[in-house]
T-cell receptor, first 111, second 115 residues
Framework: DAKTTQPNSMESNEEEPVHLPCNHSTISGTDYIHWYRQLPSQGPEYVIHGLTSNVNNRMASLAIAEDRKSSTLILHRATLRDAAVYYCILSEIDTGNQFYFGTGTSLTVIP | GAGVSQSPSNKVTEKGKDVELRCDPISGHTALYWYRQSLGQGLEFLIYFQGNSAPDKSGLPSDRFSAERTGGSVSTLTIQRTQQEDSAVYLC?????????????FGPGTRLTVL
């Protein structure tokens, strides 16, 4: 699986939008882009995933660059409960069950 | 419904002892994964089970680590002759099917401390 690069940490003010970037310059055409987050002392939880088109769900939006070499997770209004480590992961469509987690981005939300 | 459960939640053991960690996946999920997370690090893939197929053991760090999955449900991760570097949180996840689009549901983890 291709590797991803994320900033180690980011800060956001409460109730403001947050854009969490991820670079995946070696992505292949069959790689899906996943985002998971891990709250303190918990296992990771699914946030969103996509292939080529931008995706929206109740938690977040995923913006995928046209060349697919980068993506951005967008939290529209950060809350204190969004403070977590956010992981950007690539997996192949058919065989990609091995999620390779990097160190992720630690998001701090400032009240 | 019930999520992925793991037991024990915490395990303290002495160097050289064997430990067993248990994972109960979500009912009906055919895929099961084990990961390890050392302090301040991301998750490290260990092993993957899919239905009745042979498991993917490519992530196991040494032959002291082994895992089995009985009846396509409960899984046990065994670490023999534990070392201090084995101290970590061991996370289990399950997903409904195989495939790169399937969501993995994680358990709360077992924190292993080797003294």
């Amino acid at each position: 699986d291709a590797k991803t690069t994320q900033p180690n940490s980011m800060e956001s003010n409460e109730e403001e939008p947050v854009h969490l970037p991820c670079n995946h310059s070696t992505i292949s055409g069959t790689d899906y882009i996943h985002w998971y987050r891990q709250l303190p002392s918990q296992g990771p939880e699914y946030v969103i995933h996509g292939l080529t088109s931008n995706v929206n769900n109740r938690m977040a939006s995923l913006a995928i660059a046209e060349d697919r070499k980068s993506s951005t997770l967008i939290l529209h209004r950060a809350t204190l409960r969004d403070a977590a480590v956010y992981y950007c992961i690539l997996s192949e469509i058919d065989t990609g069950n091995q999620f390779y987690f990097g160190t992720g981005t630690s998001l701090t939300v400032i009240p | 419904g019930a999520g992925v459960s793991q037991s024990p939640s915490n395990k303290v053991t002495e160097k050289g002892k064997d430990v067993e960690l248990r994972c109960d996946p979500i009912s009906g999920h055919t895929a099961l994964y084990w990961y390890r997370q050392s302090l301040g690090q991301g998750l490290e893939f260990l092993i993957y089970f899919q239905g009745n197929s042979a498991p993917d053991k490519s992530g196991l760090p040494s032959d002291r680590f082994s895992a089995e999955r009985t009846g396509g449900s409960v899984s046990t991760l065994t670490i023999q002759r534990t070392q201090q570097e084995d101290s970590a949180v061991y996370l289990c996840a399950s997903s409904r099917h195989r495939g790169g689009t399937d969501t993995q549901y994680f358990g709360p983890g077992t924190r292993l401390t080797v003294l």
